[in-house]
């Protein structure tokens, strides 16, 4: 049995033993008022579950966002994504002109685990179809921000050759290359914050490791690293003559760096039961170092890579991302999740080769089955002597004024609840 089937069988185990355990009363009896006498080793292990509990809701409306009863969460993920790209290169020769490589991905399946900690959170995923010749998928974060890395080496690509400036009597000026001509690589890591931490959580639309019970909004800051490297000449039946067509470009490679306000909104109407969440992000890349690598121009076979570096034709372009996700918390230790990403990398210049232009569109849509498993919250109190808090009660006026409010000014409840919280 190879590592990716017991991975699998594992998580499909802890799946099936989770929903067994919802429906058992002995799982209904953990959190009944007998009481427990626990061993100092699990006393232990309560005190850092309580330390971490306490971090993850450090300045958090408690009326807004709650965690979970347990407080470990395994799921199995099944994905799919695509890829979209448009590169167009001018060639030096009037009578060719413009040359366009249109390429894009069969939509490719995987499958792949998520396992987290409150709101520390490692996922892996593999190609179940193969369409891909790499790809991993990392991601952590906190109440207030979070680190996602995506990385993607595909070669089952579709790519369409054009020639719009290049008409020939009874001749398509279209070229159909079919698969495994072009390779594609896609590096993405983005950095979030969210100004609104205390009534709003991405995580908890993303990830469910937290559950937001009332609807709210918050403006976001992300600091972005993108990279694409598109090379050309893999299959042997075009290899050397694609370059050629392509007025000697061997390899596109960028590396931009980009800084970004989006907004977030979750919309629940029944208390974190289900979650609606939907946000999107203007990026500027003000970072841009992009290289075209050239074949020798007397060998077709004999590549001799000489690299370019070449600059965008201006300092700063705009660029976005878009999210969408839709979570059902079944009961508190199962929970489905599905959400839609999809992420837009491009840059136009003009070098002394002519003119480079480049729009690469990234998408996945991601469903998640998962299990919350670990000792109750309750349970952990009750053994700490922790006296449980009353439900957080919203005030009539959406106000939640302070003794010393007087001197100080209150922000109303329409920014704090949607757009950011004030300074603490």
Not at 43 to 58: E, H
Not at 152 to 160: A, D, E, F, V
Not at 205 to 210: E, G, N, R, S, W
């Amino acid at each position: 049995m190879t590592y990716k089937r017991w991975l699998l069988t594992s998580c499909l185990l802890l799946l099936v033993g989770g929903i067994a355990q919802a429906k058992s009363p002995k799982a209904s009896a953990e959190s009944s008022d007998s009481p427990k006498t626990e061993s100092d080793f699990m006393m232990f292990f309560f005190r850092i579950g309580q330390w971490i509990d306490n971090y993850s809701l450090k300045d958090v409306d408690t009326a807004y966002i709650t965690l979970p009863e347990h407080p470990w969460r395994i799921a199995l993920t099944n994905s799919e994504i695509g890829i979209h790209s448009t590169f167009m290169v001018k060639n030096r020769n009037p009578e060719i002109g413009r040359i366009i490589l249109e390429s894009q991905t069969t939509p490719s399946i995987d499958l792949g685990f998520n396992v987290g900690l409150r709101s520390f959170g490692f996922g892996y995923s593999w190609d179940a179809l193969h369409a891909y010749a790499r790809k991993l998928n990392l991601s952590m974060g906190g109440q207030a921000w979070g680190v996602e890395f995506m990385r993607q080496t595909s070669t089952n690509i579709h790519s369409l050759l054009a020639f719009p400036d290049y008409q020939i009597p009874n001749t398509s000026n279209r070229v159909d290359l079919g698969k495994k001509e072009v390779w594609m690589t896609n590096t993405n890591v983005t950095a979030w914050y969210v100004l609104n931490a205390r009534h709003y959580s991405h995580n908890a639309a993303i990830k469910q490791a937290y559950i937001q019970q009332r609807t709210a909004g918050s403006l976001m800051l992300s600091l972005s690293y993108l990279n694409t490297d598109i090379s050309f000449g893999h299959d042997e039946e075009w290899a050397g003559v694609i370059p050629v067509i392509l007025d000697n470009v061997r390899e596109v490679v960028t590396h931009q760096v980009a800084v970004g306000l989006g907004y977030g909104i979750n919309y629940t109407p029944n208390k974190g039961k289900v979650l609606i969440h939907a946000s999107a992000a203007a990026q500027a890349v003000f970072y841009s170092i992009n290289y075209i690598s050239y074949s020798a121009p007397d060998s077709l076979r004999g590549f001799a890579y000489p690299s370019y570096a070449i600059k965008p034709t201006t300092p700063i372009h705009f660029t976005g991302t878009m999210r969408a996700a839709v979570s059902w918390e079944i009961n508190k230790w199962v929970h489905l999740g599905v959400r839609a990403q999809a992420d837009n990398i491009r840059f136009n210049a003009n070098t002394d080769n002519g003119v480079a232009n480049m729009s690469n569109w990234n998408w996945q849509a991601n469903l998640a089955l998962g299990v919350r498993l670990g000792v109750g919250r309750d349970r952990v109190n009750r053994a700490l002597g922790i006296e449980p808090k009353p439900e957080p009660v919203i005030p009539a006026s959406q106000e939640q004024p302070e003794a010393d409010s007087k001197k100080k000014f209150v922000l109303p409840a329409w920014i704090t609840d949607y757009f950011f919280s004030p300074m603490r």
